[in-house]
């Protein structure tokens, strides 16, 4: 036993935590492990979960037919993120925030930030998401809060610069979102059966009251917070399935594989196998009501998925130059088709059926500006 304590006691012989009370940003203090083999035990679960995880990922990202909740849970992401990098290092939660752990975080903060300039529902997600992020981070460090808001900035100005549009058109841009976003339920609103919505409330409510048992409630305040931003994803996924009551139904049921995702990502045994049979029957419910799905549609999607991967990753290695070919060829035939004349200034767009201005080269034209803007008058929405 002894000599099985020196092993262990040689390859982990420290491990860092962080003071109760201390930021994240302050001085971090080395303590002895008194038990190393129940260290490496808690270490060799952590990397089956997260290979379990891990794994699960390709073939739940497959199965959503509608990738609008995927962008739409992605802020909430970030914010798990954060708060269990800002966890102490002795919760079973922490993520110790190494240079890969960084570079990773920064990625989605850059992506959140994007997502912004892409669709209402989005743009209520990120920012509401993503200033509780920032809160939490203020909280325990206001360096990483300051790098944290730089990043974000330089991230969305630079894609909307990207695209060819002034710097100073991006406030306007996100003020004239506004009532687009609040006329939103009234404008598009329309009747349909309320089971599917029922069935995926009730399912919320359910993972809800699992992340607050098994995550939130071991964090005070800052769990609270964790909780509200399940709480409102999951509330902007509703709207944006069940308003139209048409195909974005589907919304819906990728929401609950996400968030099953995320629940049980903090949960394990018996729990997790629960959230994911729920889960899984809330999604299976929900599409076949708005596909048809049945085991042989889940198992073609995922069979697309990994040909259209590999197929794709094949091509960009062996012939890149085939794509813009064939994206060439199609422009052709879309100015073909949909002849315009010759546009100077600014295009102002519902963001629909776009391809035939890509096409005839309004977009990113030396000499020229393209102005998205998100325009819907009081006579169209009557």
């Given at each position: 036993m002894r000599d099985k304590y020196r092993t262990a006691k040689r390859f982990w012989p420290t491990t860092v935590s962080v003071s109760e009370g201390s930021s994240l940003c302050g001085p971090w203090r080395a303590t002895q492990r008194e038990r190393p083999e129940s260290s490496l035990t808690s270490g060799d679960a952590c990397i089956r979960r997260a290979l379990r995880q891990l794994t699960a990922m390709p073939f739940l990202v497959a199965e959503i037919s509608l990738r609008d909740s995927i962008f739409i849970f992605l802020p909430f992401v970030l914010l798990l993120?954060?708060?269990?990098?800002?966890?102490?290092?002795?919760?079973?939660?922490?993520?110790?925030?190494?240079?890969?752990?960084?570079?990773g975080i920064a990625i989605v903060i850059c992506s959140v930030a994007l997502l912004s300039l892409v669709k209402g529902?989005?743009?209520?997600?990120?920012?509401?998401?993503?200033?509780?992020?920032?809160?939490?981070?203020?909280?325990?460090?206001?360096?990483a809060a300051a790098a944290f808001v730089?990043?974000?900035?330089?991230?969305?100005?630079?894609?909307?610069?990207?695209?060819?549009?002034?710097?100073?058109?991006?406030?306007?841009?996100?003020?004239?979102?506004?009532?687009?976003?609040?006329?939103?339920?009234?404008?598009?609103?329309?009747?349909?059966?309320?089971?599917?919505?029922?069935?995926?409330?009730?399912?919320?409510?359910?993972?809800?009251?699992?992340?607050?048992?098994?995550?939130?409630?071991?964090?005070?305040?800052?769990?609270?917070?964790?909780?509200?931003?399940?709480?409102?994803?999951?509330?902007?996924?509703?709207?944006?399935?069940?308003?139209?009551?048409?195909?974005?139904?589907?919304?819906?049921?990728?929401?609950?594989?996400?968030?099953?995702?995320?629940?049980?990502?903090?949960?394990?045994?018996?729990?997790?196998?629960?959230?994911?049979?729920?889960?899984?029957?809330?999604?299976?419910?929900?599409?076949?009501?708005?596909?048809?799905?049945?085991?042989?549609?889940?198992?073609?999607?995922?069979h697309n998925a990994v040909l259209s991967a590999y197929e794709g990753i094949k091509l960009r290695?062996?012939?890149?130059?085939?794509?813009?070919?064939?994206?060439?060829?199609q422009n052709a035939a879309i100015r073909a088709q949909l002849p315009l004349p010759p546009v100077e200034g600014s295009v102002d767009i519902y963001p629909f059926e776009l391809s035939a201005l890509?096409?005839?080269?309004?977009v990113g034209r030396r000499g020229r500006y393209f102005r998205a803007i998100l325009h819907i008058t009081l006579s169209w929405t009557h």
């Open positions: 993120l954060i708060i269990r990098i800002c966890a102490p290092a002795d919760s079973k939660h922490h993520l110790r925030p190494d240079r890969l752990i960084s570079a529902s989005y743009a209520v997600s990120a920012f509401f998401c993503g200033g509780l992020s920032l809160l939490v981070l203020l909280r325990r460090c206001p360096a730089c990043l974000a900035i330089a991230a969305a100005s630079g894609g909307w610069m990207a695209t060819g549009q002034p710097i100073t058109a991006l406030p306007a841009f996100f003020v004239a979102q506004g009532p687009i976003i609040s006329g939103y339920s009234e404008a598009m609103s329309f009747e349909g059966a309320h089971k599917d919505m029922v069935i995926y409330v009730v399912i919320s409510i359910v993972l809800l009251a699992v992340l607050y048992k098994v995550f939130a409630r071991q964090f005070g305040s800052t769990g609270l917070i964790a909780l509200a931003s399940f709480a409102f994803t999951l509330f902007v996924c509703l709207k944006a399935a069940f308003v139209r009551h048409d195909q974005h139904g589907a919304t819906a049921a990728g929401a609950l594989l996400l968030a099953g995702y995320c629940v049980s990502a903090m949960t394990e045994s018996v729990l997790y196998l629960m959230v994911w049979g729920l889960v899984v029957f809330g999604w299976a419910k929900i599409d076949h009501a708005h596909s048809g799905l049945n085991f042989a549609m889940a198992s073609q999607r995922v290695a062996s012939t890149p130059q085939l794509l813009r070919t064939i994206f060439d060829q890509f096409a005839h080269g309004c």
